[in-house]
């Protein structure tokens, strides 16, 4: 109401529309936080996505801009990340689903596999339902989703996401569906087999930490 009061531009999603410089439609007047609307890295588009993170680092933007920051400050963007907890289950998505990419214009496919929380071979280990959202011809990873017992809240990592990776080589021995796993350090590969398209490549790195592998 009070960006209609004073006759700021608002955007599609209803918050107010700013620059990366957190800058209105009025050249004196700067807007962070909740109200404004923010480029999602993948694809580019403006959503509201109010969450303290986003609110934080606009803020700043913000105040050292209004206050003749030269060079100005810039905002990059945002990958949307949500992770809770609910009855012993962990559940977290980051980037596009399958839905949000096909909308914004990908030829998009899921990929699905499953690994471990921690180290296959400790007996408490539990299991981890991946879910990958990827551009079909590029094999670049547009987003995706974790369901386990433990270990996946804190395995949505957005830099991930940030630019296409180039799309790897095929590698030998890849099994349908699954990640293949180098020890728990370097790269591994995860390839599926589409009925029309071959082998589609996803590129993932594993690390081994001391909580299990990550997926990175």
Avoid at 102 to 123: L, P
Avoid at 152 to 160: I, T
């Amino acid at each position: 109401e009070l960006a209609r009061k004073a006759r700021l531009r608002l955007g599609a999603t209803g918050a107010v529309h700013v620059d990366d410089q957190m800058r209105t439609s009025r050249r004196n007047v700067w807007a962070c936080g909740d109200v404004i609307e923010v480029p999602r890295v993948v694809d580019g588009r403006k959503i509201h996505w109010p969450l303290s993170p986003i609110a934080r680092r606009t803020a700043r933007i913000a105040a050292r801009n209004a206050a003749g920051q030269r060079p100005p400050d810039r905002f990059s963007g945002v990958t949307p990340t949500i992770g809770v907890c609910v009855f012993g289950v962990e559940a977290a998505s980051v980037g596009l689903s399958l839905e949000d990419a096909r909308e914004s214009g990908f030829e998009a496919e899921r990929v699905r596999i499953e690994h471990w929380s921690r180290v296959s071979s400790m007996t408490n280990a539990k299991r981890l339902h991946v879910s990958f959202v990827v551009e079909r011809r590029s094999g670049r990873l547009l987003g995706g989703s974790l369901v386990g017992e433990e270990g996946a809240a804190l395995r949505a990592r957005p830099r991930l996401f940030a630019r296409p990776p180039p799309p790897p080589p095929p590698a030998a021995g890849a099994r349908r569906g699954r990640a293949t796993d180098r020890g728990g350090s370097g790269d591994a590969q995860a390839y599926v087999r589409q009925p029309s398209a071959g082998r589609l490549p996803i590129r993932t790195r594993h690390r081994c930490v001391p909580h299990g592998i990550d997926v990175l």
